[in-house]
């Protein structure tokens, strides 16, 4: 669940209600279980940058401003985004959503799920699920490339750090919990058996594939370029510790 907030004395139209997006409207500060993007009405004359308070300008967009000038004033004063009046719905809501959870090589998102690795721990529309660390990292690792199989020896290797298979139920164990946890988040179905060798692998739809780096470039494209080699997104933070001491 996300939460935005309109700013305007005019009722909100219907072009830039993000509630079409299945975003919560708020109208009491304090009503929202996480953060909330504001929609200024620019459109309004008498509105001004320097009536919302600094620390609140970076999760606002502002809206309707038709001069490039105008815009490029707003943003200076720090606000996220100025956007003209003709912007779609749906693309507010992928502003908005960056606005209020940017995304970043620490951070991934599989449709409604949320990895951060800074945290070590997931999100599902903004509620924790408290993952274990070795749960987190499993989750990480199955995350590298959605919808592909993870052998049980790669797992065994990445997440637990062994150079070979102790014969052991130590992996399917982690692999219950952890789907105990994505069931009761109404994510059942995302973690599946693989064929073969004992691996597992995430049920993604092409559209669920989130942006991972810092310029925002899907999967697909950190696969194709060769400036941001496979193994970059997963242990970007490794300047102090590696992704097996994370998990610890």
């Given at each position: 669940?996300?939460?935005?907030?309109?700013?305007?004395?005019?009722?909100?139209?219907?072009?830039w209600?993000?509630?079409?997006?299945?975003?919560?409207?708020?109208?009491?500060?304090?009503?929202?279980?996480?953060?909330?993007?504001?929609?200024?009405?620019?459109?309004?004359?008498?509105?001004?940058?320097?009536?919302?308070?600094?620390?609140?300008?970076?999760?606002?967009?502002?809206?309707?401003?038709?001069?490039?000038?105008?815009?490029?004033?707003?943003?200076?004063?720090?606000?996220?985004?100025?956007?003209?009046?003709?912007?779609?719905?749906?693309?507010?809501?992928?502003?908005a959503?960056?606005?209020i959870?940017?995304?970043?090589?620490?951070?991934?998102?599989?449709?409604?799920?949320?990895?951060?690795?800074?945290t070590?721990?997931?999100?599902?529309?903004?509620?924790?699920?408290r993952?274990?660390?070795?749960?987190?990292?499993?989750?990480?690792?199955?995350?590298?490339?959605?919808?592909?199989?993870?052998?049980?020896?790669?797992?065994?290797?990445?997440?637990?750090?062994?150079?070979?298979?102790?014969?052991?139920?130590?992996?399917?164990?982690?692999?219950?919990?952890?789907?105990?946890?994505?069931?009761?988040?109404?994510?059942?179905?995302?973690?599946a058996?693989?064929?073969?060798?004992?691996?597992?692998?995430?049920?993604?739809?092409?559209?669920?594939?989130?942006?991972?780096?810092?310029?925002?470039?899907?999967?697909?494209?950190?696969?194709?370029?060769p400036?941001?080699?496979?193994?970059?997104?997963?242990?970007?933070?490794?300047?102090?510790?590696?992704?097996?001491?994370?998990?610890?």
């Open positions: 669940m996300a939460w935005f907030q309109w700013v305007s004395l005019r009722p909100l139209p219907a072009a209600d993000l509630r079409g997006c299945g975003w919560r409207l708020i109208e009491i500060e304090g009503e929202a279980g996480g953060p909330v993007a504001r929609l200024i009405d620019g459109s309004v004359a008498d509105v001004a940058p320097e009536r919302l308070a600094p620390a609140l300008r970076p999760r606002a967009l502002v809206l309707g401003l038709a001069d490039s000038a105008a815009r490029a004033r707003w943003l200076a004063m720090g606000y996220a985004d100025a956007l003209s009046g003709d912007v779609a719905l749906a693309e507010l809501g992928q502003r959503t960056r606005v959870d940017p995304p970043g090589p620490a951070r991934r998102r599989l449709g409604r799920l949320w990895l951060d690795l800074l070590r721990d997931a999100r599902v529309d903004g509620r924790r699920l993952l274990h660390p070795r749960e987190f990292a499993l989750l990480w690792r199955l995350s590298e490339l959605p919808g592909a199989p993870v052998t049980r020896r790669a797992l065994l290797r990445d997440v637990f750090d062994l150079s070979f298979d102790p014969g052991t139920n130590r992996l399917a164990v982690h692999v219950c919990r952890l789907r105990k946890k994505l069931a009761w988040a109404g994510l059942a179905n995302l973690l058996t693989a064929p073969g060798e004992g691996g597992y692998r995430l049920i993604v739809s092409e559209g669920s594939l989130g942006h991972w780096d810092k310029r925002g470039d899907p999967p697909q494209r950190i696969l194709q370029d400036q941001f080699p496979l193994d970059h997104a997963p242990r970007l933070g490794e300047q102090t510790r590696s992704i097996q001491e994370f998990v610890r």
